[in-house]
């Protein structure tokens, strides 16, 4: 079989553990497509699942490539697989049931990719599927947010938060972002109305009568979190389920979310940004045989944006 370079991990622990190395090229179930991969974009989730965190929720088997979010060209089409051909240039979040995307080549199923945003070149494309459809899913999807509405995004200079503030903003809502004062004004580009520096302020103490929060932190800013809702209106989460106990107590709803692959919603991200109503926000770009070192960076907790990964020239 024709060998390809990806990054792997044999065994769960440090970035230490990630090998750019010789793998076989990956085969097609009948609905997939094959991407030459031209970049990759790092997530928190791939340093996770490298730390072994997500065992039992995920039905991983090593050796793994890591990485779900890829922009780049069809190779190839399975029988089954409808709405692409040979060259068209696409994006995806796949399955992270698979291998990823650090990688030369990548099977996704045709239902996962869409045509790529025609105004971003690949680095920028791959730095977008993950992240906007995780603030898509939370914010349109769970929250159902309306015009006129007010929204606290919290970590807004992070991958999600930045597609979350200009998602928020396009739909006409009223953005409260939190970061520290080194993101002021990224924050301020990106569209917020209102932005509280974490490291100084208490944002319970700022933020009032909020109609939704999307919790990107987690622990103790999830707590804090609830006292900020208007009655009726919902924390959604995307790091670990908010107690419904918790919610009742306070009048408010609450959803958890897990980012699904969706072609679709995909598409829908791809005409936003062509008519500038979002980019992507871009930390840093390495080549993928330095993955090592974008997980690093990754796991600090302080990317402005997105560390994408360029694959072959
Ligand atoms: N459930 C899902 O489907 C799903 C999907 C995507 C992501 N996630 C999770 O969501 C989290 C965020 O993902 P991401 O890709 O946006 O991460 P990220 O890009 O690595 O986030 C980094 C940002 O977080 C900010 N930050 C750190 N601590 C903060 C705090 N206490 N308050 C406010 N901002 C803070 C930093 O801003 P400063 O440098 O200014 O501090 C930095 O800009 C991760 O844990 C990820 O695993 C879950």
Do not use: C
């Not at 929250?143 to 597609?163: D, E, P, Y």
């Not at 609830?226 to 908010?242: E, R």
């Not at 419904?244 to 959803?255: D, F, L, N, P």
């Amino acid at each position: 079989m024709t060998p390809m370079k990806a990054v792997r991990i044999h065994a769960y622990g440090g970035p230490e553990l990630l090998h750019y190395e010789d793998v076989p090229r990956p085969w097609l179930k009948p609905d997939d497509l094959l991407i030459q991969v031209a970049a990759a974009a790092v997530n928190p989730v791939d340093w996770k699942i490298r730390e072994g965190y997500l065992q039992g929720f995920l039905n991983h088997r090593l050796p793994l490539i890591l990485g779900w979010d890829v922009a780049g060209t069809v190779v190839e089409v399975g029988p089954e697989a409808t709405g692409f051909q040979v060259g068209d240039a696409v994006y995806a979040r796949p399955d992270i049931e698979r291998n990823g995307s650090y990688a030369e080549f990548i099977a996704v199923k045709a239902s996962e990719a869409a045509l790529k945003p025609a105004t971003l070149d690949f680095v920028h494309a791959a730095a977008v599927p993950l992240a906007a459809l995780t603030a898509w899913q939370s914010l349109v999807d769970a929250a159902q947010l309306q015009a006129g509405q007010t929204v606290l995004i919290h970590a807004a200079a992070g991958g999600v938060g930045s597609f979350a503030v200009q998602l928020a903003k396009a739909r006409g809502a009223r953005v409260i972002a939190t970061a520290s004062a080194v993101n002021t004004g990224l924050a301020a580009e990106l569209g917020a109305d209102q932005f509280i520096d974490y490291t100084r302020t208490r944002f319970e103490d700022v933020a009032k009568d909020v109609d939704v929060v999307l919790d990107t932190i987690g622990g103790d800013t999830q707590e804090r979190s609830w006292q900020v809702l208007k009655p009726g209106g919902i924390l959604v989460s995307v790091i670990s389920p908010p107690p419904e106990a918790t919610a009742a107590a306070h009048g408010v709803r609450s959803a958890f979310v897990f980012i699904q692959p969706s072609g679709s919603q995909l598409t829908q991200i791809a005409q936003m940004i062509d008519q500038g109503q979002m980019k992507p926000v871009i930390h840093a770009v390495l080549p993928l045989s330095e993955a090592r070192q974008a997980q690093v960076i990754s796991q600090g907790g302080h990317a402005r944006g997105k560390i994408v990964l360029r694959v072959g020239d």
